[in-house]
């Protein structure tokens, strides 16, 4: 392969991952091997990160992920992909303390561009208080770049994402459709401001927000990333319960819902749609705010379940910091002749 041929960006981040329904069905067959106590968290449990207890005070949160780019820039995908990565700590509660570089990269390609996305990628594991510390790379087809990130938490204060209690409030602290942008910007479609815009969402990592939450009483807690809005809310119902939401108060990016009418779309998006609309009922919602809703993204931010009592104080404090959160939906008690989840216009 010359390097005429090789394509920095043909489509990545989130929107790369398996679909939801595929990836249970095989995870759903592995083995587990004998039961560990101190296993607090694992992969059945369908959370952000496994969770593994190593004292009556501290356990240990371990995330990966990696992707390929969604944007020409090798700098800020770098930035954008250990964001992304990192996300997964903050989503349990914890804190950053060392992260590897995961890295697949052609051997004829310039060295100088897995320089820059390395330095993206550990500009923002300090700016989260991490130490990078090593990695491992590949001689691969196509370049993917991500982190392995390990956290500590106290056993007793994590945020696992199928907690919460009905009546609790769901609060966004990012706005959605960078996907559906990033689609939009890869066929010559998207504006330099609304890629500008996704930019600044997808390189903002959800440090601020984690540490304010922490004042609060969250009973459950995700980021939102490739299983989209929707997803991640079917995830975080975990059977238990159901959910109401409000879609004039989602954040979203305003081009996005300009792209989703014009049909530009992602093939995950579908895949999500696939996978949880039968759980989702619509009211008065437009063709394109469905789409945002289903839309896979890329260093997304969190999604909060908090006492109804706390959300106004707790929303008032991630806007002060500059956070365009919301509140936008009410965990209720399941119904049987109700959808799972009813988004309402």
Do not use: W
């Amino acid at each position: 392969m010359s390097k005429e041929e090789i394509i920095f960006c043909s489509g990545g981040g989130c929107t790369a991952k398996l679909g939801a329904g595929v990836l249970s069905r095989v995870l759903s067959r592995l083995p587990k091997g004998d039961k560990d106590d101190r296993l607090l968290v694992g992969y059945d449990n369908k959370d952000d990160a496994a969770v593994y207890k190593i004292s009556e005070d501290t356990a240990i949160v371990q995330t990966l992920d990696f992707f390929p780019p969604m944007v020409d820039d090798p700098y800020i995908f770098g930035q954008i992909a250990a964001a992304n990565a990192l996300s997964d700590i903050y989503a349990m509660g914890g804190e950053v303390k060392t992260a590897l570089n995961i890295v697949c990269f052609p051997e004829n390609m310039d060295l100088n561009i897995l320089g820059r996305i390395m330095q993206g990628g550990a500009e923002k594991v300090i700016e989260a208080g991490g130490i990078l510390a090593g990695g491992h790379s590949i001689a691969d087809s196509s370049v993917k770049y991500g982190l392995s990130v390990m956290g500590t938490i106290h056993p007793d204060q994590i945020y696992q994402n199928n907690k919460a209690l009905p009546g609790d409030k769901l609060i966004l602290t990012k706005k959605l459709g960078v996907g559906i942008i990033c689609t939009a910007n890869r066929v010559g479609e998207a504006s330099r401001e609304a890629m500008q815009e996704a930019i600044a969402s997808m390189t903002t990592l959800n440090k601020d927000a984690a540490l304010i939450s922490r004042s609060y009483e969250i009973h459950a807690c995700t980021d939102v990333t490739g299983f989209g809005f929707l997803g991640h809310l079917h995830e975080m119902l975990s059977g238990r319960l159901s959910c109401r939401i409000e879609a004039a108060r989602v954040p979203v990016m305003q081009e996005a819902l300009k792209h989703a009418d014009e049909f530009l779309l992602t093939a995950a998006g579908q895949k999500n749609r696939n996978y949880v609309g039968k759980n989702v009922c619509f009211e008065n919602v437009s063709f394109a705010m469905e789409e945002v809703l289903f839309d896979p993204q890329t260093s997304g931010g969190l999604l909060m379940a908090v006492p109804g009592c706390q959300a106004e104080k707790l929303l008032d404090k991630l806007r002060a910091a500059g956070l365009p959160a919301a509140i936008v939906g009410e965990m209720v008690l399941p119904d049987k002749q109700k959808p799972e989840i009813l988004v309402r216009g």
